[in-house]
């Protein structure tokens, strides 16, 4: 018998994106968009795990974990918090209402595999898979992957190490052929040079009659006169393998300076496009210099926001934390501001897996998305950490300091390439613009201004 799910979660996409996930496990997933239509559907249902959203309109997910423990027919179902919450002190609360556990919004596959394994719903352990990232956009072309290309010294040691071991291999064939020859031809030699033993009554002679060359002799002489041609021979066959390795030194050679101009030509093409490149970055940040002051006033502070982070944590929470320290010891009175914007980046992926940080190289144009899917699925609430949350509720209303929070959305302070520049411009120029868009604005309003 197959295992259920329960997903409650008020935002479609992210109960799409997990039901999904669960489905490619063999498990049959029921949703709901609300705490009350969740436990409504307990009353007829009996799922094997829930996943439970924190922030939602009305009854909140820990409020709803109470409800599900309060009833005996629902307490043992495990509950799993699927939240963009983090830290040990929400964890440590979600653990004391009975969750067994919590996972992040931007979860990946071995996290949920590991959950459902440790909850025995799961016949076997499942191998890990792509790392998906919820987000809001279901179509999208696939992402690929573009080689990097090897630079003009890559080439040249690429091919020399190809040649290398080929002009090694043949060099040592030619010289054991050249040895082999000489072997052979000095056996063929050694019997013929020895000189036969003259008999002793040929030797001799009479004094009347001058001596006569012998039959042995004539023959000892015209062996001596037929080993020249055989010695042109062999010095003839000794040369191939010199005149063989010569010439392809000289290919060698001619095929080394064919690459050498490629390669300073194509440095030079690389030298060129690198300075048009820092002219273009130069001109861009001079641009968001003199944007970035003439707009932001003096009492304005700002902090980036990395793209997957919420805005309201992290930095953003210890910066406020720090301003509200010093307020408090000046003894200042009024209002804290905090403002939260947009940034738009360049991103590859697509709406089922998540979208990511594009490399640095890829070219602006060849991006599969130019957004921000993390931001856009966060509702209001969500962009407030638990930590900012009861940072803000610590102040007392009777303090004269106060916090108010919005959200701007997409108002940059820095100005992205206009259309003529997006030929050049690469995904890394465009998403360091836009990490600085993508910022939170803290600024102060005394009391009666």
Avoid at 160 to 178: G, I
Avoid at 381 to 386: D, T
Wanted: one cysteine or more; aromatic letters at 4%.
């Amino acid at each position: 018998m197959s295992k259920r799910a329960l997903i409650v979660d008020d935002s479609r996409s992210a109960r799409v994106i997990l039901s999904r996930m669960l489905e490619g496990y063999g498990l049959e997933v029921d949703s709901s968009e609300s705490a009350e239509a969740a436990l409504e559907f307990l009353r007829q249902g009996r799922p094997d795990v829930i996943f439970m959203d924190h922030l939602m309109p009305g009854m909140d997910g820990f409020q709803a974990i109470q409800a599900i423990k309060g009833n005996p027919e629902t307490a043992t179902i495990p509950v799993i918090m699927y939240t963009s919450q983090e830290g040990e002190l929400y964890v440590s609360q979600a653990r004391a209402l009975g969750a067994v556990g919590v996972l992040p919004k931007t979860v990946k596959h071995s996290d949920v595999s590991r959950v459902l394994y440790q909850l025995r719903l799961l016949p076997e352990r499942r191998e890990p898979r792509p790392v998906a990232t919820v987000a809001h956009q279901e179509d999208s072309t696939a992402v690929q992957v573009e080689p990097a290309r090897p630079s003009g010294g890559d080439v040249e040691t690429m091919i020399r190490n190809a040649v290398a071991p080929l002009l090694k291999e043949q060099s040592a064939e030619m010289r054991r052929f050249v040895l082999a020859s000489l072997e052979a031809f000095a056996r063929r030699i050694a019997p013929e040079s020895k000189p036969p033993t003259v008999p002793a009554a040929t030797a001799s002679t009479t004094p009347e009659q001058p001596p006569q060359p012998t039959e042995v002799q004539t023959q000892t002489i015209v062996v001596r006169q037929s080993r020249w041609p055989l010695v042109a021979g062999v010095g003839a066959i000794a040369l191939i393998p010199a005149l063989v390795l010569a010439l392809f030194y000289t290919k060698e050679l001619e095929t080394s300076k064919a690459l050498r101009s490629a390669v300073t030509t194509l440095q030079s093409t690389i030298d060129g496009q690198q300075a048009q490149l820092t002219t273009l970055q130069t001109s861009i940040q001079s641009g968001q210099l003199v944007a970035a002051a003439a707009t932001k006033p003096d009492n304005v502070t700002a902090e980036a926001v990395p793209y997957g982070e919420a805005p309201l944590s992290g930095a953003r929470l210890e910066r406020l934390r720090d301003m509200l320290g010093q307020l408090r010891a000046n003894g200042f009175k009024g209002k804290v501001k905090i403002a939260t914007f947009v940034g738009e980046f360049c991103l590859t992926g697509n709406g089922i897996e998540g979208y990511s940080m594009a490399t640095d190289e890829l070219p602006v144009k060849r991006c599969d998305l130019v957004g921000n899917p993390f931001e856009d699925s966060l509702p209001s609430a969500q962009r407030q950490s638990l930590a900012f949350a009861n940072l803000v509720s610590s102040l007392r209303p009777d303090g004269g300091l106060t916090v108010e929070v919005a959200h701007e959305g997409r108002r940059p302070s820095v100005p992205y390439p206009t259309a003529d520049q997006l030929t050049r411009v690469t995904a890394g120029e465009w998403n360091r613009i836009a990490a600085q868009n993508n910022r939170v604005e803290f600024a102060t309003q005394p009391a009666g201004s």
